[in-house]
């Protein structure tokens, strides 16, 4: 770069001088332009470069924020040990509200059983009472269970030999005494009950009716009758499957779940009046299709919005509004969007206005939600 001194020497020198002066600061000139060029170039890179990582990092702020409570993950994925509710606060106490009909312990006019206490003798001068009629009672009553204990029955078939032909002539045994010692069928529903309605697991289950009972019952044992009442309800399934299959709407959702210490998924296909449940170890349309509900159904599937339940063309979709609520509240506790707020709260005050009655919302008040719908949109 020439100094001040060196430019007006050159301009009092000849015309030749003075030319090569201006095609040098020409050129100069021309560099120095290409390099704002590039550094514009290169700053615009680099902003959107940062606008491309302030993205990212909202994304993974906002997918280290997602459970099931505000998305559509499902329980077993959240690392939280207690999930917040999707319930908003109504000011009401908690407890049963007034006009509620509670369930107190009230006596009854027909105990099972009557403990006489008596007055035998006069605290105040020694006199014998034994022989005085009472003028009235007291009355208290225990509500208890009875001492539990394992019932055997024996079970006697006849043999018989006919007078006239001699033959021999067995009784029959009912048709639940099959085998010379068994359980019976109360015991045996006990066992199914606990392990599959109660999910108590085999060994607490045995424990448990070892400690009530004294009787010990083998996890084997349970298996058997649960695998043996299973197969007792094969036909029940069958309705099931049918009257699922006929139903206008059908709830459909899948979790997860440890078999064997392995991930698989419970399925389920449901409606007011019966679910049909299915484990297989896929979550997606392989298991849906094994389900054998999908394939064939032609009603309005109501479900998480899975992307596998989309692939059954058969049926319309509908997607589940506990879900909506979660992806909501996901939205708002992560970029604070008022729609979102706004939106949670016509969907609950929606729901809140349809249990109010058995029948359908009249056309006025659904063209009224409608309208708040859309305008939140």
Request: hydrophobic residues 35%.
């Amino acid at each position: 770069m020439m100094t001040r001194d060196e430019i007006l020497t050159v301009c009092h020198a000849k015309p030749d001088k003075i030319v090569q002066l201006i095609q040098t600061l020409f050129q100069r000139n021309q560099e120095l332009e290409a390099q704002v060029q590039s550094l514009l170039q290169r700053n615009h890179e680099l902003e959107e470069k940062v606008q491309t990582l302030e993205a990212r990092i909202q994304t993974l702020e906002a997918q280290g924020k997602k459970n099931s409570t505000n998305s559509h993950l499902p329980p077993s994925s959240d690392w939280a040990p207690i999930p917040k509710s999707s319930r908003m606060k109504t000011g009401r106490q908690s407890g049963g509200l007034p006009g509620h009909t509670g369930h107190t312990l009230r006596m009854t006019d027909h105990p099972d059983h009557r403990c006489v206490h008596p007055v035998t003798t006069c605290a105040g001068c020694g006199t014998s009472l034994k022989d005085v009629p009472p003028k009235r009672h007291i009355i208290r009553q225990v509500f208890d269970i009875p001492p539990l204990s394992i019932e055997v029955t024996q079970h006697e078939a006849e043999v018989k030999s006919c007078p006239c032909c001699r033959s021999l002539q067995e009784a029959e045994f009912p048709a639940h005494v099959k085998r010379p010692v068994q359980y019976g069928p109360r015991l045996r529903a006990l066992g199914a009950y606990l392990t599959q309605y109660q999910l108590i697991p085999y060994e607490r289950t045995a424990e448990l009716i070892a400690d009530l009972f004294g009787h010990t019952v083998s996890e084997g044992t349970l298996v058997t009758i649960n695998r043996q009442m299973g197969k007792a309800l094969e036909t029940v399934e069958q309705d099931i499957y049918r009257h699922l299959l006929s139903s206008p709407i059908l709830h459909m959702d899948e979790t997860g779940m440890r078999v064997e210490g392995k991930r698989q998924w419970l399925h389920v296909a449901s409606n007011a009046k019966a679910s049909l449940y299915m484990i297989h170890p896929k979550r997606g349309k392989e298991a849906m299709d094994a389900m054998k509900v999908l394939p064939q159904y032609r009603g309005v599937s109501i479900h998480d919005g899975w992307p596998s339940y989309f692939r059954y063309n058969t049926c319309a979709h509908a997607l589940c509004n506990a879900h909506h609520l979660r992806e909501l509240r996901g939205i708002w506790e992560n970029t604070k969007q008022l729609w979102a707020q706004d939106m949670m709260d016509v969907l609950l005050w929606m729901k809140e206005e349809r249990e109010t009655t058995s029948e359908s919302l009249p056309p006025d008040r659904m063209a009224h939600w409608e309208r708040v719908y859309k305008r939140i949109i």
